[in-house]
C-alpha cells in the first residue's frame, strides 16, 4: 500500500521548464573617489616598524640590505608590474 501511495505521487508531479539564467552584461558604473593615492617612492623596510622589530627580535641584522631592498619595492615602477600578468594573459 505504500508503495502504491509513493508512485501516485511521482506520477502526479507536474514538471516545471527551468527559465535560462541571463547575467546582466552592461552595468552602470560609479566613480570612486575615496581611494587613497598610491603608495609610491617610499623604503617598505624603513616604514615598517614592525618587519623592524622583528628583525632585531630575531637577531637577523642585514640592516642596510633589508633597506636597500625595502627603497627598490617601494618604488613606483615594481608597483606597476603587479598586474602585468593579468592584463597581458588572452581569454578566449
Known sequence: MRNQT?????ASCTLVAMVPYR???A???HEVSY???PLV????FDADRA???GVAGSGAGHWDRLSAFGELVGQAE???LVGLPMRTRQHP
Open 78 to 80: 615594481p608597483l606597476s
Open 6 to 10: 509513493l508512485m501516485t505521487a511521482r
Open 35 to 37: 581611494q587613497p593615492p
Open 27 to 29: 552595468l552602470e558604473a
Open 51 to 53: 618587519i623592524q622589530d
Open 23 to 25: 547575467p546582466l552584461t
Open 41 to 44: 617612492d617610499f623604503n617598505a
